[in-house]
Structures are given as structure tokens and as C-alpha cells.
């Protein structure tokens, strides 16, 4: 499906030519909005719709009237417990330190990544694979952009660096031991978040299934453990030999694999 880029209905000057510079990085045509409802320039363009506005990137996919676009989500508030000294269940099964090096292969909206890079803290490192160029961009930009009074949210998106890559793409030439955890969150089969957001992002989202290579290589970058997120009733977890543990209050369990 093709993708234009065009504003927001009401816009200026600065914002029409910061969507002929998207449009241009991005290889993509730029339409003028002229009035035009998105529906309708889905329909007489018959493609998905970039808009630029001054408040952020929405992504509209063919025949949908949900936005895709950056927002922290559940990170925001995940953080503010962990400052009040609460614990985090995902933090608890990747088992971060200070300094530590994680990839996240299914980066999303990166919330995992956010909390992961406020565990490694400053002397860590946090990257992120993102197989869909949309998502990628519209993730990143919103990840240097998004505007809060929350520092150390600002600070731990500010150290995520997202890869533009297929996740097996990316770690097939890497060093073996190359992270101390490697984090594995396919898209849920079924639906976990009611957000209209993660329902955009499925919507857009490269679907990919995980596979024996994607574990092999894993394993093989990973110098402590490879940890996967999947739904209650996923069979992945015993597929690929991950010690799931259980949680009898959530939708979605965590598996690891001690290395």
C-alpha cells in the first residue's frame, strides 16, 4: 500500500514545509491537504496517510479512522511507580543492572524499551529493531520530540536507539555475546491492550511470527538470559523452551531462557 504525507487541516508555512522534508527523507509523494478529509484522501489517493501538525506524526492506514503515534503509554506512569520504589514485572524477569546492554527485537512503541533504558541508566545501552519503516519513523522522531516535565522519562527515551532493521537481519552479523538480554515481544495474536493506539499499531504492524533462527540468534547475542512476552495462551513459551513465569493476575506471562 502506498503512503502520502500531507498536514494537518489547519496549518502554517513551517509545518507544509516540514512535510515536504518528510515527505522527500521518506521517498514519499506530498499531497496538499486543500480541506480534504482524511477519509478522502485515503480514498482518492488509495493509500495509508502521514500527517504533520505541530503536535506530532499521525499515521493513518488505508480504511482506518484510529492515528498511529508516538506516545509513551504505559512507560509514563510504569516509570512514576518505579521512582516511588514499586516494582516493574518486566524488569523483574529481564533482571537489568546499571550498565547493562539489551535489545529489544520487536521495538514497537518501545514502553519495554523506555524502562529498560531507565534500568541500564546512562552507562547502558538500549537498542531497539523495527521492521516496519513507518512505525521506525514515526517512533523515533516522536522519542526525540515528545514533550513532558517528566525528566527521567525525557532522559531514558533520549538514550533508545531505534535500528531500522529486521530483528534477525540485524543480529545475524553481530559479535556473539554482543547484550546481556535479548527481549522478545511478537504481536499478540490476541489483543491485550485496549488502547486505540495498539490497535493502530497492529493495524501497521509487521506481524512476523517467531521462529527457530530468531531464538538461535538470540541465544547467541544474549550473554545472560533471552526473555519473551506472549499472551497467557501463547504455546510459544513451550515451543521454544522458555521457563514461563506465571502470573496469575495478568493477560500476559514472561518466559526466560538462562544462558
Given at each position: 500500500?502506498?503512503t502520502?504525507?500531507?498536514?494537518?487541516?489547519?496549518t502554517?508555512e513551517?509545518?507544509?514545509?516540514?512535510?515536504?522534508?518528510?515527505?522527500?527523507?521518506?521517498?514519499?509523494?506530498?499531497?496538499?491537504?486543500?480541506?480534504?478529509?482524511?477519509?478522502?484522501?485515503?480514498?482518492?489517493?488509495q493509500?495509508?496517510?502521514?500527517?504533520?501538525?505541530?503536535?506530532?506524526?499521525?499515521?493513518?492506514?488505508y480504511?482506518?479512522?484510529?492515528?498511529?503515534?508516538?506516545?509513551?503509554?504505559?512507560?509514563?506512569?510504569?516509570?512514576?511507580?518505579?521512582?516511588?520504589?514499586?516494582?516493574?514485572?518486566?524488569?523483574e524477569?529481564?533482571?537489568?543492572?546499571?550498565?547493562?546492554?539489551?535489545?529489544?527485537?520487536?521495538?514497537?512503541?518501545?514502553?519495554?524499551?523506555?524502562?529498560?533504558?531507565?534500568?541500564?541508566?546512562?552507562?547502558?545501552?538500549?537498542?531497539?529493531?523495527?521492521?516496519?519503516p513507518?512505525i521506525?519513523?514515526?517512533?523515533?522522531?516522536?522519542?526525540?520530540?515528545?514533550?513532558?516535565?517528566?525528566?527521567?522519562?525525557?532522559?531514558?527515551?533520549?538514550?533508545?536507539?531505534?535500528?531500522?532493521?529486521?530483528?534477525?537481519?540485524?543480529?545475524?552479523?553481530?559479535?556473539?555475546?554482543?547484550?546481556?538480554?535479548?527481549?522478545?515481544d511478537?504481536?499478540?495474536?490476541?489483543?491485550?491492550e485496549?488502547?486505540?493506539?495498539f490497535q493502530?499499531?497492529?493495524?501497521?504492524?509487521?506481524q512476523?511470527?517467531?521462529?527457530?533462527?530468531?531464538?538461535a540468534?538470540?541465544?547467541?547475542?544474549?550473554?545472560?538470559?533471552?526473555?519473551?512476552k506472549?499472551?497467557?495462551?501463547?504455546?510459544?513459551?513451550?515451543?521454544?523452551?522458555?521457563?514461563?513465569e506465571?502470573r496469575l493476575?495478568?493477560?500476559?506471562?514472561?518466559?526466560?531462557?538462562?544462558?
Amino acid at each position: 500500500m502506498n503512503t502520502v504525507v500531507t498536514t494537518a487541516g489547519r496549518t502554517n508555512e513551517e509545518y507544509i514545509l516540514k512535510a515536504r522534508e518528510i515527505s522527500k527523507r521518506l521517498n514519499l509523494p506530498y499531497l496538499k491537504r486543500q480541506k480534504k478529509s482524511v477519509s478522502t484522501i485515503q480514498l482518492e489517493q488509495q493509500a495509508n496517510v502521514l500527517i504533520v501538525s505541530k503536535e506530532r506524526l499521525e499515521l493513518y492506514i488505508y480504511g482506518s479512522t484510529s492515528p498511529f503515534f508516538f506516545h509513551p503509554n504505559s512507560a509514563a506512569f510504569r516509570m512514576k511507580r518505579l521512582l516511588n520504589g514499586e516494582q516493574d514485572s518486566f524488569l523483574e524477569a529481564v533482571g537489568l543492572n546499571e550498565g547493562d546492554h539489551f535489545l529489544d527485537t520487536t521495538a514497537g512503541l518501545c514502553s519495554d524499551s523506555i524502562i529498560a533504558a531507565y534500568a541500564v541508566g546512562d552507562s547502558g545501552v538500549v537498542h531497539a529493531c523495527e521492521k516496519e519503516p513507518l512505525i521506525a519513523y514515526v517512533v523515533e522522531v516522536g522519542l526525540k520530540n515528545y514533550e513532558t516535565n517528566h525528566e527521567a522519562l525525557l532522559n531514558s527515551m533520549s538514550n533508545i536507539q531505534l535500528i531500522h532493521q529486521d530483528a534477525v537481519d540485524y543480529m545475524k552479523p553481530m559479535p556473539s555475546n554482543s547484550y546481556d538480554v535479548v527481549y522478545v515481544d511478537p504481536m499478540f495474536d490476541e489483543i491485550i491492550e485496549e488502547s486505540s493506539n495498539f490497535q493502530a499499531l497492529r493495524e501497521v504492524g509487521v506481524q512476523d511470527s517467531l521462529t527457530d533462527e530468531w531464538v538461535a540468534e538470540a541465544k547467541r547475542l544474549a550473554r545472560k538470559r533471552v526473555v519473551l512476552k506472549a499472551h497467557f495462551r501463547s504455546p510459544l513459551f513451550e515451543q521454544f523452551g522458555f521457563k514461563r513465569e506465571i502470573r496469575l493476575s495478568s493477560k500476559f506471562h514472561y518466559g526466560v531462557i538462562d544462558l
